[in-house]
């Protein structure tokens, strides 16, 4: 089985910083795009970065120049770093995998989902 772990989710002031960590493990042969995706009470789920196996990185534009998506392939880690926080960046965040697993099936794993709040 494989598993997708977040943590570094949490309660920060408006203007401050989080650092989200994804950790996948299990049987795993290789994987590729990663990213990070959040979904607001009320909303739809949205992708915020993604980032290939060769480190191309993609962003929604309400957060480029404040995020920024990177991954430890040695690893099997994506993290995403959050910077000059806004309230409106509260959000469930959850993360997201499309590997080969040791089976050689290709499937699209999500973590379970960390809390980011953004408020004074």
């Known amino acids: 089985q494989v598993q997708l772990v977040e943590s570094g989710g949490g309660l920060v002031q408006p203007g401050g910083s989080l650092r989200l960590s994804c950790a996948a493990s299990g049987s795993i042969f290789s994987i590729y795009d990663m990213g990070w995706y959040r979904q607001a009470p009320g909303e739809q789920r949205e992708l915020v970065a993604g980032?290939?196996?060769?480190?191309?990185?993609n962003y929604v534009d309400s957060v480029k120049g404040r995020f920024t998506i990177s991954r430890d392939n040695a690893k099997n880690t994506v993290y995403l770093q959050m910077n000059s926080l806004k309230p409106e960046d509260t959000a469930v965040y959850y993360c997201?995998?499309?590997?080969?697993?040791?089976?050689?099936?290709?499937?699209?794993?999500w973590g379970q989902g960390t809390q980011v709040t953004v408020s004074s």
């Open positions: 997201n995998a499309d590997l080969i697993t040791g089976s050689g099936y290709e499937y699209d794993y």
């Open positions: 980032i290939t196996s060769g480190g191309r990185t």
